[in-house]
């Protein structure tokens, strides 16, 4: 599988972020991509004030248009994330669709992140955002796949629980900051790449120094062993992963985590 990690500016402008993510889209099929992944709030400045104004409900504009892109190229697209409206509550959702465009998967944020980090960030999602309620895994011919949303990556029970299920790979739209993503992105990425012995792709907006969130970017995909695959830097790029799943096979066979696990001892009891 040839994955395409799309890391796009996000403008104030819908419209136009809709647009550069369809025509970046484009560009990744033609270069023979599988399947194309963006960042959390691809269409949308991730700021509190903006999630209830730039949200959509169920098939809203941002969804159309990647569906109706997914069944023209027949590719497989991860949706990053929008806000997804429904009644009064706002989601931070992520939508995936199939070479024919339906809806394979929509994973609801499940961790919201609010952080107050001294000296360094402070945001609260749950100002705005309810969280989602559901692990997800999706079907494709290479297999299963998991996903997840940013802040959910830092939850190893989440990840295993997805592996567990079969997942291969977990796709991970996110927007670390410029607190945690030095500290934490390579780190988490690979961790949890080694730890379930899976692969991880992680794609982030590119960097805004104007923006009133400034994303880290460094999109990047790592294998079942955790070396890195790719990784960007700041900019504007699209960086291509090509995924060979007999890998997680053979990590598996060599280093017998998953099967070895002693699940007899592991309960927890907390106070």
Known sequence: MRAALIQMPVTADKTRNIETACRNIRDARQRGADIAVLPEMFCCPYDNACFRAFGEAAGGPAQR???ALAAELGMY???GSLPELEGERVYNTCYVYGRQGEVLA?????????????GGQRFKESD????GQSITTFQTEFGLMGLCICFDLRF????RCMCLRGA????????????????????????RAVDNQCFTVGVSPARDEGASYVAYGHSMAADPWGTVLCQAGAEETTLYADLDFSRVSA???????LSARRTDLYEVRER
């Open 65 to 67: 248009a990647l569906s």
């Open 77 to 79: 697209i991860v949706g």
């Open 106 to 118: 929509r994973h609801r944020k499940i961790h919201l992140f609010d952080i107050d980090v001294a």
């Open 128 to 131: 705005t955002f309810s969280s």
């Open 156 to 159: 190893e029970e989440l990840a």
């Open 168 to 191: 291969q790979c977990i796709f991970v739209p996110a927007a670390f900051n410029m607190t945690t993503g030095p500290a934490h992105w390579d780190l988490l990425f690979r961790q």
């Open 251 to 257: 990590v598996r066979a060599q280093l017998p985590i």
